[in-house]
């Protein structure tokens, strides 16, 4: 109940293309869900992210649709760059008495020009 | 810069030893959290702590364990080391003790056991 499941796990999209990376969850406590992106030697960063009571969020290219009936949220990137060749993350946590993530198991995108 | 700072940036030791990976939070950042990141499990929570004080724990091993000093500088003590334990760990570091506005990640330690 406390995984976040997360597809593909890899991606290859041509530039200029739309970048789509999907995540489930289980636990109806979640109730924030950001999206970490990681280049190679480097520490997850903080890309966007959302809150159960919004169905989009949009940040420049990256936007977070989120469908809470279906438990289920996805990150998309328009317009993809090949700077945007990394390692996405998904994750979730309960606001409250820590700040614990529960993360899902990566997406590597590839961003061919 | 992220303002997370970990040392030693790359750490190799063999199998049976102790070591010891530091953080040092963010300016004005009170929460620091401890993550593994290896191949085969993804980035795995392993315990936070806020202003001194243990706050949460993950799936951290007996032979871990860690601390925040009054500095609020964080230590991550991995003992008795298996080759299983070679992986990327990660700190980071939030204002608050929950995670209102996401936290930021240091460029983590490698460590290698052989």
């Known amino acids: 109940q406390q995984q976040v499941k997360q597809s593909p796990q890899s991606l290859i999209v041509q530039k200029g293309g739309i970048s789509i990376i999907n995540c489930a969850y289980e636990?109806?406590?979640?109730?924030?869900f950001p999206w970490y992106q990681q280049f190679p030697g480097k520490g997850p960063a903080l890309l966007i992210a959302?809150?159960?009571?919004?169905s989009e969020k949009k940040e420049g290219r990256f936007t977070i649709s989120f469908n809470k009936s279906a438990k289920q949220f996805s990150l998309h990137i328009m317009d993809s760059q090949p700077g945007d060749s990394a390692t996405y993350f998904c994750?979730?946590?309960?606001?409250?008495?820590?700040?614990?993530?529960?993360f899902g198991q990566g997406t590597t995108l590839q961003v061919k020009p | 810069d992220s303002g997370v700072t970990q040392t030693p940036k790359h750490l190799i030791t063999a199998t049976g030893q102790r070591v010891t990976l530091r953080c040092s939070p963010r300016?004005?950042?009170?929460?620091v959290y401890w993550y593994q990141q290896s191949l085969d499990q993804g980035l795995q929570f392993l315990i936070q702590?806020?202003?001194?004080?243990?706050?949460a724990k993950g799936n951290i091993l007996e032979r871990f364990s860690a601390q925040q000093f009054p500095d609020l500088h964080s230590e991550l003590n991995l003992s008795s080391l298996e080759l299983g334990d070679s992986a990327l760990y990660f700190c980071?570091?939030?204002?608050?003790?929950?995670?209102?506005?996401?936290?930021?990640f240091g460029s983590g330690t490698r460590l290698t056991v052989v």
């Open positions: 300016s004005g950042d009170l929460s």
């Open positions: 702590y806020y202003n001194g004080e243990e706050r």
């Open positions: 980071a570091s939030s204002p608050r003790v929950s995670n209102n506005y996401g936290y930021t």
């Open positions: 994750a979730a946590s309960m606001l409250g008495n820590t700040g614990k993530l529960i």
């Open positions: 959302i809150r159960p009571d919004v």
């Open positions: 636990n109806t406590a979640f109730d924030y």
